[in-house]
């Protein structure tokens, strides 16, 4: 074989996988880069704990969460749970939340359900997957559920 025909042959190898390299890097995050933290993480306990803060004054403080899905990915998560007591005599309104990362500790951003009665308008942009990711845009499409997957922003039967 020709070595300047071997040279050439390596170039465009080397070219073609600098270009597909390239294309990887600039791919904006998809669905592989959101997770679950496994239960007992201590991931989890932060995100779970953030949320409980937010509602311990209406429940008080002996509440714990049977999770449906807690979906973490670029500094964001969206919890749906079922609060209850400890021993399980109280239950609760499911609730759903959006917590982002800031400082090193989990902030809730959105919690849900959001009575319309209140503020119809602040409901319908705090429940709309459309709306939310207009309003925060470095949340990950892929990490909030879309109108009606897995019970999520349906109307109450």
Known sequence: MNPNRARIGCALILILLGCCMASQAATPATSETITTPPPGSRERGAILDAV?????????????????????????????????????TNRYEDV???????????????LGPCDAEDDPAACAADSDPVRLLERFPTLPPDLVPRAGASGSFSAPP
């Open 96 to 110: 759903t939340a959006l917590l982002q990362r800031r400082d090193g500790r989990w902030a809730v951003q959105v």
């Open 52 to 88: 409980r803060a937010e509602l311990t004054h209406l429940t008080g403080p002996d509440l714990v969460f049977v999770v449906a899905a807690l979906r973490v990915g670029a500094g964001w998560a969206w919890v749906e749970a079922a609060p209850q007591s400890r021993d399980g």
